[in-house]
């Protein structure tokens, strides 16, 4: 009687081992999960500038690239380059009165078609000037369309009188890593823009996964492409024409000799 039980009891031993397994992998799973959205971690440090002139980054830009250098982790795994209409206009000013952080306080606003978004960043004073550190949260009418809170590092890969470059970087669960091109005008000379791209691939070690082109109506780059793409439509249309042409009195010559 108890020879036939053992077995029996064994098996319901197992099984509560197994489920009380798997109820503390499953708790494990979850802590680990929670851990993900609360617990911040430290952007990698890209080496910005380590001189800027405040002054001449001051004032209105426009922002004529975006570069996106990992997959979003809750959007989809696209990548190449592409060309958008929108113009995103960006203002760039400093603050610091009554907080501490004079000299050291800036404001981002980015205004395009959809809403604009107001970003407030710091300088510490043991970092690097092109490092900046998000300070409040973004105000804006983005914020009614789903726009997640940015909190992280801006880090300037590039300053100069013409275009900067500025590489996002969250230190929240989305873990967005990402550079907006900015230039003084609606446009950049492509040799710019790929010497950019260049210093963020090779330099500063970043993938660039996905570029977006912005200001697609206005940037010359544009231009000449429309330009180059309508003359290749002509040459193959006089190609094409001259073609059909050439088979229709071939046709009509050995009508004649039969």
């Given at each position: 009687m108890h020879c036939k039980s053992f077995p029996h009891r064994v098996s319901i031993i197992i099984l509560i081992t197994v489920i009380a397994t798997i109820h503390d992998s499953s708790s494990k799973t979850t802590d680990q999960a929670t851990d993900t959205t609360t617990v911040m971690?430290?952007?990698?440090?890209?080496?910005?500038?380590?001189?800027?002139?405040?002054?001449?980054?001051?004032?209105?830009?426009?922002?004529?690239?975006?570069?996106?250098?990992?997959?979003?982790?809750?959007?989809?795994?696209?990548?190449?380059?592409?060309?958008?209409?929108?113009?995103?206009?960006?203002?760039?000013?400093?603050t610091g009165s009554g907080d501490g952080w004079t000299h050291r306080s800036l404001r981002l606003l980015w205004t395009e078609d959809a809403g604009n978004l107001d970003y407030s960043f710091y300088v510490p004073s043991n970092v690097k000037p092109g490092k900046w550190k998000s300070k409040d949260k973004q105000n804006g009418t983005l914020l009614a369309k789903g726009y997640v809170q940015f909190v992280g590092d801006v880090q300037v890969?590039?300053?100069t009188e013409s275009h900067l470059a500025l590489t996002f970087c969250s230190t929240t669960?989305?873990?967005?890593?990402?550079?907006?091109?900015?230039?003084?005008?609606?446009e950049l000379p492509l040799e710019e823009i790929r010497s950019i791209e260049i210093l963020l691939s090779i330099n500063k070690g970043l993938n660039n996964i996905m570029i977006k082109q912005t200001c697609a109506n206005s940037g010359s780059r544009d231009h000449r492409f429309s330009v180059y793409?309508?003359?290749?439509?002509?040459?193959f249309t006089i190609l094409v024409t001259v073609s059909h042409t050439?088979?229709?009195?071939?046709?009509n010559f050995n009508c004649c000799i039969l």
């Amino acid at each position: 009687m108890h020879c036939k039980s053992f077995p029996h009891r064994v098996s319901i031993i197992i099984l509560i081992t197994v489920i009380a397994t798997i109820h503390d992998s499953s708790s494990k799973t979850t802590d680990q999960a929670t851990d993900t959205t609360t617990v911040m971690a430290e952007c990698p440090d890209f080496n910005p500038q380590n001189s800027l002139n405040w002054t001449q980054i001051e004032g209105q830009w426009y922002a004529v690239e975006v570069v996106k250098h990992k997959f979003e982790k809750f959007g989809p795994m696209t990548s190449g380059r592409v060309f958008v209409k929108t113009c995103p206009v960006i203002n760039l000013r400093f603050t610091g009165s009554g907080d501490g952080w004079t000299h050291r306080s800036l404001r981002l606003l980015w205004t395009e078609d959809a809403g604009n978004l107001d970003y407030s960043f710091y300088v510490p004073s043991n970092v690097k000037p092109g490092k900046w550190k998000s300070k409040d949260k973004q105000n804006g009418t983005l914020l009614a369309k789903g726009y997640v809170q940015f909190v992280g590092d801006v880090q300037v890969m590039k300053a100069t009188e013409s275009h900067l470059a500025l590489t996002f970087c969250s230190t929240t669960a989305d873990n967005q890593l990402y550079t907006v091109i900015l230039s003084r005008g609606r446009e950049l000379p492509l040799e710019e823009i790929r010497s950019i791209e260049i210093l963020l691939s090779i330099n500063k070690g970043l993938n660039n996964i996905m570029i977006k082109q912005t200001c697609a109506n206005s940037g010359s780059r544009d231009h000449r492409f429309s330009v180059y793409t309508l003359s290749a439509l002509a040459v193959f249309t006089i190609l094409v024409t001259v073609s059909h042409t050439a088979i229709a009195q071939a046709a009509n010559f050995n009508c004649c000799i039969l």
